[in-house]
């Protein structure tokens, strides 16, 4: 983890990581660790726990977070991306020159969510209004098609 990150409050959301040093571009922030473990087991171990740190690499693992990556907040014009390297480690890596005092962010492109919605409030120029990532909501977009479709033959039946 680079020196300099500190976690305080944020105009995003509740707590994020700010970083009291100019960072380059392309440099390794923090690494997302954590125990990891299947989407089956993660489900059953939050299912009444309404805030997870939860990160998804690869087809059936995720990262349980803990430690300073939980905290970067996503927005939608983010300074940071996350990486996973050949040993499926992931890390947050900078994708521009970043000022002392800035909060890092990343863009989630949340999927195989539970919820009906993931609000965004980043405040970005291009905010996209949600963290869902773009296949998410095609993916959703579909299935409010197929059932459009379905009760429009229930109907008329
Ligand atoms: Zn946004």
Redesign the pocket.
Known sequence: MLPGLIIRSSSIHAAGCYTSRPIKKGVRVCEYDGPRMSKAEADARYEDRLVTYLFACGNDLVIDGFGTAMFFNH??DPNCETEQDEKGRVFISSMRDIAAGEELTYEYNLHDSDEDSQD?Y?G?AI???TMFSDLELKRRARIARRKAAANVAAKTR
């Open positions: 927005c939608c965004c980043c970005a905010c996209r209004t």
